[in-house]
């Protein structure tokens, strides 16, 4: 298939990046800065030595290791590619040996919460300038990854007031040289527009799943067999890596209970309208929501296909295919 991404640069914007955490996008930056020559060379930092051990074997990486504090010594740019909870602690470990001049980011669904939970662990030369690639799939680890995740997804940058204006263009040449659309945004902002598009429907997702499971008038081979209808979308959002999540709910708290009270609300009514038969409710609720799904494939963030979010058979060995 095309290049969707374009000709790899000339000249690398960072000499050493670091990546902090080798699952779904942390593999995927791996090789979407491999093969855009976005740095001269890798470092991967990973906990798990299984995870290592696949990194190394896929050749991710010119560097591979354990020890997040050596590893990032060298890095003048790293990005913390953990669940949301975790960059706190990780902030207070590589701190002290993170270079003069060297950016951190992150890729957390939360900002606010990420930043009051590193800014107090990083000395005053280090630019701390969160991000969130709006982009993913429902499964995880170093084999998941892809080049193109990135592509013509948004990235959301919410760099703090103080930010050196040079530091945060850098940053955001690199996530466009990985084929990404780069919004701003303040760290407030970007958690309650991202309960609305992306965290409610999550949970939304999981307690739906959650209740068909616990049905005793429904087997679950009943609901396993005939879920071709919106069930099955449920599902692969529902698939999850549940610790990213559980870590996105209690980090982004304010923000979701908001919007879940909000969803609470517009449900009550259609559940008014249902039981009483007010058709006229529900057909105007129906086109106005079928709208937005318009504007969704109209700004190419999907397809108008039936099947969006499950491959088609011909597309399974093509890991460029949104999945």
């Given at each position: 298939?095309?290049?969707?991404?374009?000709?790899?640069?000339?000249?690398?914007?960072?000499?050493?990046?670091?990546?902090?955490?080798?699952?779904?996008?942390?593999?995927?930056?791996?090789?979407?800065?491999?093969?855009?020559?976005?740095?001269?060379?890798?470092?991967?930092?990973?906990?798990?030595?299984?995870?290592?051990?696949?990194?190394?074997?896929?050749?991710?990486?010119?560097?591979?290791?354990?020890?997040?504090?050596?590893?990032?010594?060298?890095?003048?740019?790293?990005?913390?590619?953990?669940?949301?909870?975790?960059?706190?602690?990780?902030?207070?470990?590589?701190?002290?040996?993170?270079?003069?001049?060297?950016?951190?980011?992150?890729?957390?669904?939360?900002?606010?919460?990420?930043?009051?939970?590193?800014?107090?662990?990083?000395?005053?030369?280090?630019?701390?300038?969160?991000?969130?690639?709006?982009?993913?799939?429902?499964?995880?680890?170093?084999?998941?990854?892809?080049?193109?995740?990135?592509?013509?997804?948004?990235?959301?940058?919410?760099?703090?007031?103080?930010?050196?204006?040079?530091k945060a263009d850098l940053l955001k040449d690199f996530w466009e040289g990985?084929?990404?659309?780069?919004?701003?945004?303040?760290?407030?902002?970007?958690?309650?527009?991202?309960?609305?598009?992306?965290?409610?429907?999550?949970?939304?997702?999981?307690?739906?799943?959650?209740?068909?499971?616990?049905?005793?008038?429904?087997?679950?081979?009943?609901?396993?067999?005939?879920?071709?209808?919106?069930?099955?979308?449920?599902?692969?959002?529902?698939?999850?890596?549940?610790?990213?999540?559980?870590?996105?709910?209690?980090?982004?708290?304010?923000?979701?209970?908001?919007?879940?009270?909000?969803?609470?609300?517009?449900?009550?009514?259609?559940?008014?309208?249902?039981?009483?038969?007010?058709?006229?409710?529900?057909?105007?609720?129906?086109?106005?929501?079928?709208?937005?799904?318009?504007?969704?494939?109209?700004?190419?963030?999907?397809?108008?296909?039936?099947?969006?979010?499950?491959?088609?058979?011909?597309?399974?060995?093509?890991?460029?295919?949104?999945?």
């Open positions: 298939m095309p290049d969707q991404l374009g000709t790899p640069l000339q000249t690398p914007l960072f000499q050493r990046v670091g990546l902090i955490g080798l699952g779904l996008i942390g593999s995927s930056l791996a090789r979407g800065i491999k093969r855009m020559n976005l740095a001269h060379a890798i470092t991967a930092i990973d906990a798990d030595p299984h995870v290592c051990e696949r990194v190394s074997a896929l050749n991710m990486a010119d560097t591979v290791t354990q020890d997040a504090a050596s590893g990032v010594k060298d890095c003048d740019l790293v990005i913390l590619c953990v669940p949301v909870g975790a960059c706190g602690p990780l902030a207070k470990i590589i701190g002290p040996h993170l270079q003069p001049d060297c950016i951190l980011s992150d890729v957390g669904s939360v900002k606010s919460s990420v930043v009051q939970a590193v800014e107090p662990h990083l000395p005053d030369h280090v630019h701390f300038i969160p991000a969130h690639p709006v982009a993913g799939t429902e499964y995880s680890g170093p084999d998941a990854g892809f080049s193109t995740l990135f592509h013509n997804r948004w990235c959301i940058l919410t760099p703090p007031d103080n930010v050196v204006q040079s990985l084929g990404a659309n780069v919004e701003w945004m303040t760290a407030q902002r970007h958690d309650l527009v991202l309960a609305v598009t992306s965290h409610l429907p999550h949970l939304i997702a999981y307690n739906i799943v959650g209740t068909a499971a616990d049905l005793e008038t429904v087997t679950q081979s009943e609901v396993i067999k005939f879920s071709a209808g919106g069930f099955r979308d449920f599902t692969r959002i529902a698939a999850s890596d549940p610790t990213m999540w559980r870590d996105v709910f209690l980090n982004n708290k304010q923000a979701v209970l908001e919007m879940l009270g909000r969803f609470t609300e517009d449900l009550a009514l259609l559940q008014r309208a249902i039981r009483w038969g007010d058709g006229e409710t529900l057909f105007n609720t129906f086109t106005r929501t079928r709208a937005i799904r318009r504007s969704i494939i109209d700004l190419g963030q999907e397809t108008a296909a039936p099947d969006f979010g499950r491959r088609s058979p011909d597309d399974q060995t093509d890991p460029s295919v949104k999945r």
